[in-house]
């Protein structure tokens, strides 16, 4: 310690320099030792105190060298709001109001995690499928920081601070512009646990997932020009250089303490990557190498090894892409195989039918490519990341497949993670069987008990391959198909009501 706070005359002094996230209504990582940097132009030493009314709960201190200070707060419980003061040797100081210690959560991607509570639309724009939601939501312990700077062609070191970038209390007029993921993922960690919640919204649309590599991770893919070229153009004479969303968004936050991020992206990989001669699918690798790139990317900057990542499966999509999505998917899975403390939140079931955009969605307009069933993908997402990082008990996740067996022209299915038992919902499609010919039937599945079903379909005899939620369309359909959870019907169950949809899969018959 190099001066005693007491004896310091304090004069407010906006000399102080701070990332815009360390202001008033913050939301810093609780039970967590925090980084705390910024810029001050007189070297010598510098405190921070943090006080519940007129008592100070604790203070630390450190040095300003060469104008730039970098503090580790002490780890604090959940709790505020508190005052934090800087306070500078030579006597300014430098007061955030309104400070609360809880979960911190990184959220990125692309336009699904972006898509605001505002833009998920009932059958017409001029209504709101979260509309009770919104009226009701007012909660000043859960808080959104929306970082909304462009990106760089090299890492930044600040935000550029636009009238955007600050922290927002949830209310019904401001929470219609929070990522609806984040907002829904941050409730019902605050409803669960009881703590304040603080999600940075990190995330732009239309991106490749190139474009939030740190440069380290994208330079290790060792790709020459024209790999680049097929990476990063989108067909609209647009270019989208490798890394420039991870620079201008991502790398001015490090090293800033979270307790995790989550992660929802991949429309802007598995479509397709248009270039002047064609369309390359899939780019160079498997959608997974990059995600992992990703991860290890940001784990390493932030300087959390172990940081989690839970991240969104996408949903179901038009039947043209059909093929696309479900591999997709299975990259998503397979990141959770490479990488320890990485989960995977199943959301089959849910996404957006062309005949259900609501009428003049520009953004959704033939494709249905935005969702406005967020609240489903926010909750499941909460819930899975509680029980993996926060040690939260219950029923979490999806059922998994164990094993698949031929029976007597039925094939048999062992699940596990079946909560109170399977249940089946709906007009039981999404099954499907082939035989060596490789031709998909439609299979019917009938539950032997909790944790097993059989398929039968009599247009196979000899079943050699099944697949579950591949397609989204089935002959066991007898109504018209408007509804994403109409072409899947496996779930396990709690209390009596289904939970979580089963994962798709693709496997041989053993």
């Known amino acids: 310690m190099t001066f005693i706070i007491n004896d310091i005359h304090r004069t407010p002094d906006n000399s102080f320099k701070l990332a815009p996230f360390f202001a008033d209504h913050m939301v810093l990582q609780a039970q967590k030792p925090v980084r705390f940097w910024g810029e001050y132009p007189i070297d010598g030493g510098i405190a921070a105190e943090l006080c519940d009314g007129d008592s100070m709960l604790w203070s630390v201190y450190g040095e300003i060298k060469e104008g730039r200070f970098d503090l580790t707060l002490p780890e604090t419980d959940f709790g505020g709001p508190y005052k934090l003061t800087l306070i500078a040797e030579k006597g300014g100081c430098l007061t955030i109001e309104d400070v609360l210690f809880g979960e911190v959560i990184l959220c990125g991607g692309q336009s699904n995690m972006g898509w605001a509570v505002g833009q998920c639309y009932g059958k017409t724009m001029d209504t709101l499928r979260y509309q009770d939601i919104i009226d009701s939501c007012e909660n000043p312990m859960i808080r959104c920081f929306r970082v909304d700077s462009i990106h760089k062609d090299a890492p930044a070191e600040v935000i550029d601070l636009l009238p955007s970038e600050h922290w927002y209390y949830t209310t019904p007029e401001d929470v219609k512009h929070f990522s609806a993921v984040g907002y ?185 490519i935005h969702p406005y069933q967020k609240e489903e993908v926010g909750v499941r997402l909460a819930k899975l990341f509680m029980h993996a990082f926060l040690d939260q008990p219950g029923l979490c996740s999806s059922p998994v497949l164990e094993s698949a067996v031929p029976g007597d022209r039925a094939p048999l299915l062992t699940y596990s993670n079946v909560g109170d038992g399977l249940c089946l919902t709906g007009e039981l499609a999404g099954f499907e069987v082939a035989g060596f010919d490789g031709v998909y039937h439609s299979a ?67």
């Open 184 to 368: 829904f993922f941050s409730r019902e960690l605050h409803k669960t646990r009881g703590v304040p919640v603080g999600f940075v919204q990190c995330c732009q649309g239309g991106t490749r997932i190139q474009c939030w590599m740190p440069p380290a991770e994208f330079d290790s893919l060792g790709m020459d020009d024209a790999d680049r070229e097929l990476l990063v153009f989108d067909g609209k004479d647009v270019s989208y250089t490798p890394s420039m969303w991870y620079n201008g968004r991502v790398n001015p936050l490090k090293p800033m303490t979270v307790r995790g991020a989550i992660w929802y992206q991949g429309e802007g990989n598995p479509l397709g990557i248009q270039t002047p001669k064609g369309t390359i699918s899939h780019g160079c690798r498997p959608y997974g190498d990059y995600l992992k790139l990703v991860i290890e990317g940001w784990r390493r900057e932030f300087e959390q090894p172990d940081m989690p990542f839970a991240v969104v499966q996408l949903p179901r999509f038009v039947d043209e892409a059909e093929s696309e999505w479900f591999f997709s998917r299975e990259e998503d899975k397979r990141v959770c195989s490479l990488l320890d403390n990485v989960v995977c939140s199943i959301n089959i079931d849910t996404g957006l039918y062309k005949c259900s955009v609501a009428p003049g969605d520009p953004l959704n307009e033939g494709h249905g």
């Open 444 to 510: 019917k599945p009938s539950l032997v008990d909790d944790s097993h079903v059989k398929l039968e379909c009599p247009e196979v005899s000899h079943p050699i391959w099944v697949r579950y939620g591949y397609s989204n369309h089935s002959t066991l359909h007898t109504k018209p198909l408007t509804e994403c959870a109409q072409s899947v019907c496996l779930y396990n169950s709690e209390k009596g009501s289904p939970a979580f949809p089963a994962e798709q899969f693709w496997i041989r018959l053993l």
